[in-house]
């Protein structure tokens, strides 16, 4: 609109001026043009002359620039046609009008955007070759985009499962400096978290709490497998399970999850005394049927008082077959044979387990009744075939 509004004013001056000159002028110009004679030109002719070569050459500019934009309008009408296409799932076409729309383009961002969703419409129809060649060029690009396509191929590497090049390329990213944004940290978490480097993921998912507070249960379950994976290679080595363990948070400590997997641990180490107090500091804030097994697990001369404490949980959770179950066991190794099958029946009517009828089965070869062993083997063998 300004445009047009611009050429009528200057239509409107040109048309003034030659009506003045027309009126008020009776004026001539010489022009010469060697080598021939000289000429005399009207002045109003010379000026119309003047003018109409001044806007045949205006416009001639306009069309020339016109042309020149065509290229750049083309490269962003089919990036725009590629992202439409890309987000309804037509990642054929999408393919096609990105492809285009990169090798016409002559801006960085518009470039990136179609290397991005041709990369990834290849991808998603399992081009292999064009998803890899559009990506080549991401760590050689040298303009404000490079993170843009550094991301892209990050996260198709890491889909891919290639975790350990993934990793490579984002030292590469983070040489553009500044604040990661919480999808590159979240892309880093995951491949940090499939080749077991558990610090990094400790790490990162602090950060990202932090960032996002709402998503606080996700990124603490990631916490949690960490740790346990720590305590895991921990095991090992006792002062290094002393250190890291003890190094937790006292909110960490108290996680079942956390406590099940230093309890392990611990009874790996053969440290039954550190193994049982953790689970009846546990059990006290939160009742877990993993810890309780475990509790039968790790035997020493503490038996007595295991039983004792036991016992207490037991009128908590009168009707509890895996706290009845650990009784059991825990009065078999005392040798309190009567209390020992008292217990592992009433798991067992509570409810059935192969667990408990193996260990009334060997209690029974204990005591020498040998027909009542191999009756409950037979029904831990039709229990195991039954959940299969």
């Not at 046609?81 to 492809?99: I, P, T």
């Not at 889909?159 to 553009?176: D, I």
């Not at 611990?266 to 059990?283: D, F, L, P, S």
């Amino acid at each position: 609109m300004r445009l047009i509004l611009w050429v009528l004013v200057l239509f409107a001056a040109a048309v003034a001026v030659t009506l003045a000159v027309d009126e008020y002028s009776t004026g001539t110009i010489m022009v010469e043009i060697p080598p021939y004679e000289k000429q005399e030109i009207p002045l109003d002719y010379a000026i119309v002359g003047v003018l109409a070569v001044f806007f045949a050459f205006y416009f001639l500019i306009r069309l020339l620039g016109g042309l020149l934009n065509l290229r750049a309008i083309r490269s962003e009408s089919l990036m725009m046609d590629g992202l439409q296409a890309f987000f309804v799932g037509d990642y054929a076409l999408a393919r096609k009008y990105a492809k285009k729309g990169f090798k016409l383009a002559n801006e960085s961002l518009i470039r990136s955007i179609n290397a991005v969703v041709a990369a990834r419409s290849a991808y998603e129809l399992g081009d292999k070759a064009t998803c890899e060649a559009v990506l080549r060029g991401a760590e050689d690009d040298t303009s404000d985009e490079k993170a843009l396509r550094l991301t892209s191929k990050i996260d198709l590497l890491i889909k891919e499962g290639r975790y350990q090049e993934a990793l490579s390329t984002f030292g590469k990213l983070y040489e553009t400096g500044g604040l990661q944004p919480t999808l590159v940290l979240q892309l880093e978490m995951e491949a940090q978290r499939q080749v077991g480097n558990w610090d990094s993921v400790l790490e990162i998912s602090g950060i990202l709490i932090h960032r996002h507070p709402l998503n606080r249960n996700y990124f603490e379950k990631i916490r949690n497998e960490a740790h346990v994976e720590n305590l895991k290679r921990k095991s090992s080595d006792l002062e290094s399970l002393n250190k890291y363990w003890f190094g937790l948070t006292e909110h960490e400590q108290s996680n079942s999850q956390l406590a099940a997997a230093a309890v392990r641990a611990y009874i790996t180490r053969g440290e039954c005394a550190v193994a049982h107090k953790i689970i009846e500091q546990n059990v006290q804030n939160e009742w877990n049927a993993e810890l309780i097994a475990l509790y039968g697990e790790c035997l020493n001369y503490h038996v007595n008082r295991q039983i004792e404490c036991a016992e207490l949980w037991l009128k908590a959770q009168p009707n509890n077959a895996g706290l009845l179950l650990t009784l059991g066991k825990l009065c078999t190794h005392c040798e309190l044979w009567g209390k020992a099958q008292n217990y592992l029946e009433a798991s067992i009517s509570v409810g059935p387990s192969t667990t408990a009828y193996f260990a009334l089965a060997q209690l029974n070869e204990k005591l020498g009744k040998h027909e009542m062993a191999m009756d409950n083997y037979n029904k831990a063998v039709e229990l195991t075939l039954k959940k299969k």
